[in-house]
């Protein structure tokens, strides 16, 4: 078996290497976690790290390190794991479970993503909704309860949310600065109507609030 050449990376190390940034929609489960109806809830992520070992996630709810978690990721599929280490920004890194032949299929994707993942990049100020760069924000509602939450995407008029907590229709509350209702829930999140419709330039701005600064607002 001839040796490699001194430039050339084994297809196991070029694995190793090969990280790249993305923004990626998603969904995912923790598998130790239920409903009381016995179902596992699901909750939306962004992939915002990609490795064919490991997949970076900001998430509404993090689990536990050691967790069992299934994710399925726009452009890469269903990916099973555990979590490794938890995120200051809210999420978690999950380290993949996979046979070497799903390692290589999928760092032919992260290799196509990569090449690719800059020719479509929609103008957001032309689209009725849009991922916000920051996707963590408030809830908060009118007995003064605050909860953090992931923001799907967002627009002048509403916004489609993901948390743990999940409020029934017709709840009224507000989303960072913004008040509205809940009017539809969704698999793993629910839909808020804002109470007036905003300016596109300003309402993410208005909607993405973290929990700190709003609990500073109100002492």
């Known amino acids: 078996m001839s040796a490699l050449a001194p430039n050339e990376d084994s297809p196991a190390e ?11 929609p998603g969904r995912y489960w923790l598998m130790s976690r239920r409903t009381r109806g016995g179902l596992r809830p699901q909750f939306n992520c962004r992939a915002i790290n990609l490795s064919p070992n490991a997949i970076a996630l900001a998430a509404p709810v993090q689990g536990e390190v050691g ?24 999420g978690f890194v999950m380290r993949l479970s996979a046979t070497d032949e799903e390692r290589a299929g999928l760092m032919h994707k ?7 993942k800059n020719l479509d990049v929609p103008d957001r100020r032309k689209q009725a909704r849009f991922a916000p760069d920051n996707p963590f924000s408030t809830l908060v509602f009118p007995d003064g309860a605050f909860v953090s939450c992931f ?3 967002v627009s002048p008029t509403g916004a489609a949310v993901s948390s743990e907590t999940v ?23 629910f839909a808020i109507q804002f109470i007036s ?20 607002t109100v002492r």
């Open 67 to 90: 967790e069992r978690v299934l994710a399925d990721i726009e452009h890469i599929g269903r990916l099973h794991g555990v979590i490794g280490r938890l995120l200051r920004d809210k």
């Open 167 to 189: 409020p029934e229709i017709g709840t009224a509350l507000a989303l960072g600065t913004l008040v509205g209702r809940v009017v539809r829930h969704f698999p793993g999140g």
């Open 197 to 216: 419709p905003q300016d596109r330039d300003a309402v993410e701005n208005l909607a993405i609030v973290q929990m700190s600064k709003l609990q500073d």
């Open 110 to 116: 992260i290799e196509w993503i990569e090449k690719h």
């Open 14 to 24: 070029r694995r190793r290497e090969l990280r790249i940034i993305v923004r990626l």
């Open 151 to 153: 923001v799907i995407d």
